[in-house]
């Protein structure tokens, strides 16, 4: 594979500046917890189903756990010693405090209940590992792709016009379909239940939903002889939820950012601290690949000036998955094709920045996005656009390979639009197959001088990031222009410090594989 000459020390150091960074972080945030935490504990743990007026039992459970000045001591133990107590599972006992039926206390024998809790854990661990284990036995017997995957959407709003746009998009080529989520969903500080039919720009991203499109992409994947991968959004106020789900209905890739929901949907950045370590573990112990968001800084910076600062934000992801216990080849790490078309040399940075971040980031499984930002509506012009950015794909070998579509900025796309974009893709990848083992980058050219100057810049905006902290970086706006402040934004009051007899069973058994009991 052609390689530039990078300096390998330059990148040892911005690496472990970005260390240190998510390690502070997580030190100072690994005191709290948060209600989704303490929701997507509850899920784990069986608690499932709404109440009269479709509010979700996690919800009402934590309310109540919160205005009995329990959940400070962690959700698990206190309803697993009311399972004990009235030999009742996990819903039952949230159904019985909705009715007015049970009103929750500590547990009388704290230690027979966290006992209990772990029990419960173990066999939710033992399901998710049984999943695990059946998308390898789907990959063994239905084979794959070769990499770059074709990752196409559908986004209907309705989950059972979805599930026939997925299969159509299967059959034409697709190896991932990512199910857009409703427009706002990631405000909502609940998760809707059941099959939805009604969302705008998107389909809720539910449990239920989860269920109908894997069963749905199974079939159809027996069908062409491939398997194919289902991503959704594990992003917004409910991020362990929906990695909960997901992990329990067996999704193959979910969107997970440590930062992207505090600079673009402006929710607080303790809450998403917090909340994004617990999901990524659950994504790991799932074998789940997270895709993070740095292709989106691009969509409100500029795609030259700023691409330092996507590689930095890429190191700092990194790290914080790391912490949560992801594997290499489960980082998705985002990045994107967003030079001005009309920029003299353009297609050379392109090169530059997708070989670089393809040379940092060696064993990930990189997640490279099209143009949008500089799409006009030419849909001529776009598809050109999209076919070079077809070719920096197969050339510097990446991993999930978002489709171009031509009708970028005029509407969502048709199933014949998608047909196009994966004709275009599947045409370039294979007639430069082996183009990336047959060139050479010339040493100290123009595209290596780009790469390195990338590099240099990274490295010193990491020093500066370690220096003042994280929070305060994101507050003078240094990712996609944005500024967000550690007390603003949405969900800061779902953040609560634990106590000193603090209880969750997933992190030991998720994180350490441990089976004993706490």
């Known amino acids: 594979m052609a390689q530039l000459h990078l300096d390998q020390a330059q990148i040892d150091r911005a690496r472990n500046s970005a260390r240190r960074i998510a390690r502070r972080v997580f030190e100072q945030m690994n005191r709290f917890t948060t209600t989704t935490v303490e929701r997507a504990t509850l899920r784990l743990l069986g608690v499932d189903g709404v109440d009269e007026n479709m509010v979700p039992l996690p919800n009402r459970l934590v309310s109540h756990l919160q205005e009995q000045k329990l959940l400070s001591h962690g959700a698990a133990a206190v309803v697993a010693g009311a399972m004990s107590d009235h030999n009742w599972t996990a819903r039952q006992v949230a159904e019985a405090v909705v009715a007015g039926r049970l009103v929750l206390d500590r547990p009388r024998d704290e230690t027979a209940a966290r006992a209990a809790a772990a029990a419960e854990a173990r066999r939710m661990c033992a399901h998710i590992a049984r999943q695990r284990a059946r998308r390898d036995a789907g990959i063994g017997s239905c084979g794959e792709s070769r990499t770059p995957w074709l990752y196409l959407i559908v986004a209907t709003g309705n989950i059972h016009e979805d599930v026939i746009q997925a299969r159509a998009a299967a059959e034409q080529g697709a190896d991932i379909i990512a199910v857009i989520r409703s427009t706002g969903q990631s405000l909502l500080d609940y998760v809707p239940y059941g099959a939805t039919t009604e969302g705008f720009g998107g389909t809720y991203a539910t449990q239920e939903n989860f269920r ?35 992990a329990m209905e067996r999704l193959d890739m979910m969107l997970n950012d440590s930062m992207y929901g505090i600079i673009f949907r402006d929710i607080n950045m303790q809450r998403t601290f917090i909340d994004q370590f617990f999901s990524r573990m659950v994504n790991a112990y799932a074998g789940i690949i997270i895709n993070t968001g740095e292709d989106n ?37 985002g990045h994107a094709f967003e030079i001005d078309p009309e920029l ?59 489709l171009g579509m031509m009708t970028e900025a005029i509407h969502t796309p048709f199933i014949q639009d998608r047909f196009l974009a994966v004709q275009n893709a599947k045409y370039v990848f294979n007639t430069m197959r082996d183009l990336h083992s047959e060139v050479e980058f010339r040493r100290d050219g123009q595209i290596e001088q780009r790469a390195q100057r990338v590099l240099s810049e990274t490295e010193q905006i990491l020093a500066e990031i370690e220096r003042i902290g994280l929070p305060a970086a994101i507050s003078q706006g240094t990712f996609a222009e944005i500024s967000r402040q550690p007390d603003g934004g949405k969900g800061l009051d779902g953040v609560l410090a634990k106590s000193a007899d603090y209880f969750n069973p997933f992190p030991k058994l998720m994180l350490q594989g441990d089976d004993r009991d706490d």
């Not at 930095?312 to 990194?318: C, D, K, P, T």
């Open 344 to 402: 003299e040399n353009g297609f050379l940075w392109e090169i530059a920045h997708a070989q670089l971040v393809r040379q940092v980031f060696p064993e990930a499984s990189l997640k490279y996005m099209p143009p949008t930002r500089h799409m006009t509506g030419n849909i001529f012009k776009g598809h050109v656009q999209d076919a070079l950015f077809n070719i920096v794909s197969t050339l510097t070998q990446q991993n999930i390979h978002l």
């Open 297 to 333: 800084y691009l969509t409100t910076a500029d795609a030259c000036e700023a691409a330092h600062t996507v590689l930095a934000s890429q190191l700092i992801n990194e790290q914080f998955a790391c912490l949560s216990g992801l594997a290499p080849e489960q980082m998705g790490l």
């Open 212 to 246: 109908l499109m894997r069963a749905a992409l199974d079939e159809a994947g027996s069908k062409v002889g491939r398997y194919i991968r289902l991503t959704n959004y594990c992003s917004g106020l409910c991020m362990p939820e929906i990695a909960a789900m997901g």
